[in-house]
């Protein structure tokens, strides 16, 4: 997905997705820009710099352009034939209606809250909802001039600078980097200028301003001045708070059915199989690798200075099977500390969940017997794919194994 400079064409920023992008997208009251993708994911991006907000994971395609409502609820349909209501501030599902078919077109929202949406199915279909007032005043999409359905008369006049998404105070660790961002309508060509506690930041011209290894003498008020030929406004303060290096490991490792690109790996602290808002998570590259960092003095409970099974487990959800092309469909986890999650690795994960007290070591010794794996193998580090490519003898019986467990939970 792009994000282009309305005036100019040049490119604000980028965000790739699994596949590729059949629907429009949707822009929330606060500038968050939703989007639904074919690798089965509906996104929310942070509509100043193009970071990820959350991923929500459906059942197949996602064709649908998502609709918002008054209540902050965002509609969206699925190829999986299931109209799914999330929290478009967390990504969280609050409910789900299905089908008998693919849902490609948007959803309508009326007055009263009703939810209107076709199928493949043949059917339209007119839901109950929470959003009563209709859909969110929200800049993208819009019917001529506004929610109200008020039409455009005549031609607009030349118009000065309007900010529509403010710069957000953050606080960060110390040696981290930050971007600040907003987003202004008006006459184009709009000019940028952003200041520090007061004072122009020279060359420092954009609709983003990054500040790479913040340190502490970058703490303080910044706000930009965005101005046109009809005039100029200034944006409200955000507040940069910087903090001590918080103490974390780095977790480096490779998520592989095959190989999972654009898949979210998450630390799972509380064991409940979904990333919420403190789970620290991260992306896989697109051979599959990640690096995921967790703060020790939040997740390190035993502060021994690394992460523990009983502390935690990784997950692995969505993204595609860079094997196949097909979209991983279930779940994979692994042990804290594992540098691999893969279907052995979810069923190690399931021995040591059934017997309390074992140990990682000994839950190994039983997957590798019922499977006839090598014990010289570490289920929790040993990546056959790259073994196959040197050629180890061990790599042909991991993998059958690894295909027997995904043929029994698929």
């Given at each position: 997905?792009?994000?282009?400079?309305?005036?100019?064409?040049?490119?604000?920023?980028?965000?790739?997705?699994?596949r590729?992008?059949?629907?429009?997208?949707?822009?929330?009251?606060?500038g968050?820009?939703?989007?639904?993708?074919?690798?089965?994911?509906?996104?929310?991006?942070?509509?100043?710099?193009?970071?990820?907000?959350?991923?929500?994971?459906?059942?197949?395609?996602?064709?649908?352009?998502?609709?918002?409502?008054?209540?902050?609820?965002?509609?969206?349909?699925?190829?999986?034939?299931k109209?799914?209501?999330?929290?478009s501030?967390?990504?969280?599902?609050?409910?789900?209606?299905?089908?008998?078919r693919?849902?490609?077109?948007?959803?309508?929202?009326?007055?009263?809250?009703?939810?209107?949406?076709?199928s493949?199915?043949?059917?339209?279909?007119?839901?109950?909802?929470?959003?009563?007032?209709g859909?969110?005043?929200?800049?993208?999409?819009?019917?001529?001039?506004?929610?109200?359905?008020?039409?455009?008369?005549?031609?607009?006049s030349?118009?000065?600078?309007v900010?529509?998404?403010q710069?957000?105070?953050?606080?960060?660790a110390?040696?981290?980097?930050?971007?600040?961002?907003?987003?202004?309508?008006?006459?184009?060509?709009?000019a940028?200028?952003?200041?520090f506690?007061?004072?122009?930041?020279?060359?420092?011209?954009?609709?983003?301003?990054?500040?790479?290894?913040?340190?502490?003498?970058?703490?303080?008020?910044?706000?930009?001045?965005?101005?046109?030929?009809?005039?100029?406004?200034?944006?409200?303060?955000?507040?940069?708070?910087?903090?001590?290096?918080?103490?974390?490991?780095?977790?480096?490792?490779?998520?592989?059915?095959?190989?999972?690109?654009?898949?979210?790996?998450f630390f799972?602290?509380?064991?409940?199989?979904?990333?919420?808002?403190?789970?620290?998570?991260?992306?896989?590259?697109?051979?599959?690798?990640?690096?995921?960092?967790?703060?020790?003095?939040?997740?390190?409970?035993?502060?021994?200075?690394?992460?523990?099974?009983?502390?935690?487990?990784?997950?692995?959800?969505?993204?595609?099977?860079?094997?196949?092309?097909?979209?991983?469909?279930?779940?994979?986890?692994?042990?804290?500390?594992?540098?691999?999650?893969?279907?052995?690795?979810?069923l190690?994960?399931?021995?040591?969940?059934?017997?309390p007290?074992?140990?990682?070591?000994?839950?190994?010794?039983?997957?590798?017997?019922?499977?006839?794996?090598?014990?010289?193998?570490?289920?929790?580090?040993?990546d056959?794919?790259?073994?196959?490519?040197?050629?180890?003898?061990?790599?042909?019986?991991?993998?059958?194994a690894?295909?027997?467990?995904?043929?029994?939970?698929?």
């Amino acid at each position: 997905m792009y994000a282009l400079n309305g005036a100019t064409g040049q490119q604000r920023w980028v965000f790739a997705t699994g596949r590729y992008i059949w629907c429009g997208p949707t822009i929330g009251p606060d500038g968050t820009v939703y989007i639904g993708s074919h690798d089965y994911s509906v996104y929310a991006l942070n509509g100043a710099t193009g970071q990820r907000r959350w991923v929500f994971a459906t059942g197949s395609y996602v064709g649908s352009s998502p609709a918002i409502g008054v209540d902050g609820t965002l509609y969206v349909g699925s190829v999986d034939g299931k109209l799914y209501a999330l929290d478009s501030a967390s990504g969280q599902k609050r409910w789900e209606f299905a089908t008998g078919r693919d849902i490609s077109p948007s959803p309508a929202i009326a007055a009263d809250g009703t939810v209107y949406f076709g199928s493949h199915d043949h059917k339209v279909y007119a839901l109950y909802s929470s959003s009563v007032g209709g859909p969110a005043n929200s800049p993208w999409p819009m019917f001529h001039q506004n929610v109200r359905h008020a039409g455009r008369a005549g031609t607009a006049s030349p118009t000065a600078p309007v900010i529509t998404t403010q710069p957000a105070s953050q606080t960060v660790a110390v040696g981290t980097s930050v971007t600040f961002g907003v987003i202004a309508a008006g006459a184009a060509p709009l000019a940028y200028q952003w200041r520090f506690n007061g004072t122009g930041l020279p060359a420092t011209t954009n609709a983003n301003l990054t500040l790479t290894n913040a340190g502490l003498s970058d703490a303080g008020n910044y706000a930009v001045a965005v101005t046109n030929a009809s005039g100029s406004v200034t944006s409200a303060v955000a507040t940069l708070t910087l903090t001590s290096a918080i103490p974390s490991i780095t977790l480096t490792g490779v998520g592989h059915d095959g190989y999972v690109a654009n898949g979210t790996v998450f630390f799972d602290a509380n064991r409940n199989g979904q990333q919420d808002e403190d789970e620290p998570y991260t992306t896989t590259d697109d051979q599959g690798h990640f690096e995921l960092v967790v703060p020790l003095d939040q997740f390190d409970t035993n502060h021994n200075g690394q992460l523990d099974p009983e502390e935690g487990a990784l997950v692995l959800k969505g993204g595609l099977d860079i094997a196949t092309g097909q979209p991983l469909r279930t779940a994979l986890t692994a042990p804290a500390g594992a540098t691999v999650v893969s279907p052995l690795t979810t069923l190690l994960l399931e021995v040591l969940d059934q017997t309390p007290g074992l140990s990682v070591s000994n839950a190994q010794k039983r997957v590798q017997e019922a499977l006839g794996v090598s014990n010289r193998v570490d289920l929790t580090n040993y990546d056959p794919f790259a073994a196959a490519r040197t050629n180890d003898p061990m790599a042909v019986s991991v993998l059958r194994a690894a295909a027997q467990v995904q043929d029994t939970t698929v």
